[in-house]
């Protein structure tokens, strides 16, 4: 079974709280470069997946809701958010770095198609098995999830 999915309370709290900046993230987008137009990203929230599946379940479904209702607000209005899909160390990099795209893809399907936030809004990345969360343990739950995170330029 897949991780707790964040209350909605939860996932409000992370939205109205100022959270610590860091360097992008997207492999294509290389180092931070130090320039006043350097791209950061805020982590928002993770969203968990049972092994091998990119089906979101009724949990993940309410904290999406949670997640758009905060998104949607006046004052993110033409913020880029970047959804990242991740996958653990288990399988082939190949198998992993589509089972993480599909993750990501099926995150910004229903936040579009649900819940109605801009498609140019959403950004989906896949990583694979690249930057796991608990690395100490590479096939940990934890690590098999979709990170969305608020992607700002400074």
Not at 31 to 52: L, N, R, Y
Not at 74 to 92: C, K, N, Q, V
Not at 124 to 134: E, F, I, P, S
């Amino acid at each position: 079974s897949a991780q707790a999915q964040p209350t909605d309370t939860q996932i409000l709290e992370l939205l109205k709280k100022k959270r610590s900046m860091r360097c992008p993230t997207n492999p294509s987008e290389g180092g931070c470069g130090g320039t006043s137009t350097s791209p950061v990203e805020a982590e928002i929230v993770d969203i968990f997946f049972d092994f091998g599946s990119a089906v979101l379940d009724r949990r993940a479904h309410a904290s999406l809701s949670a997640l758009a209702a905060g998104l949607n607000r006046p004052e993110r209005a033409g913020r880029r958010f970047l959804i990242g899909g991740h996958a653990d160390a288990m399988g082939s990099k190949a198998y992993n770095q589509r089972l993480s795209e599909r993750r990501a893809e099926a995150v910004k399907r229903v936040l579009v198609q649900e819940f109605r936030l801009p498609a140019e809004t959403l950004v989906a990345v896949d990583y694979g098995k690249t930057r796991l969360k608990n690395s100490a343990n590479p096939f940990a739950p934890e690590n098999r999830r979709v990170r969305i995170m608020d992607s700002e330029v400074k």
